[in-house]
């Protein structure tokens, strides 16, 4: 499989918050684009269900689909709900949690 092809099967227009579905007491994920330079992958978490704190070595922008979740960026966490969106810096710690069922985009941005 070559970098094009892989984790790009969307080639006809679809809804984003139609590309993954709620798993109880799950994440589930869909990786869209996944090239060298970044990534986009597409993310639905259960209520409950986070990402513990973490850093990564690149800038990533979380776009909230649908639902509401708490983003921790270096200790401060902002409310975040469908249709509003944050950069997480490089190599600063952040957070996740499910304030209900909630879907993200997330694009990483690698260079």
């Given at each position: 499989m070559t970098?094009?092809?892989r984790g790009n099967s969307l080639q006809e227009a679809?809804?984003?918050a139609d590309l993954a579905s709620y798993q109880k007491g799950s994440i589930v994920s869909r990786e869209i684009i996944h090239k060298s330079t970044g990534t986009v992958t597409?993310?639905?978490f259960?209520?409950?269900?986070g990402?513990?704190?973490h850093i990564?070595?690149?800038d990533a922008l979380i776009y909230i689909v649908?639902?509401?979740a708490d983003v921790t960026i270096s200790g401060k966490t902002i409310s975040m709900k469908e249709g509003e969106t944050v950069?997480?810096?490089a190599n600063q710690p952040h957070a996740l949690s499910a304030l209900c069922k909630f879907k993200m985009l997330l694009v990483m941005i690698r260079s």
């Open positions: 970098e094009n092809q679809q809804m984003l597409f993310f639905a259960d209520e409950g269900q990402l513990s704190e990564a070595p690149f649908e639902g509401k950069i997480l810096p």
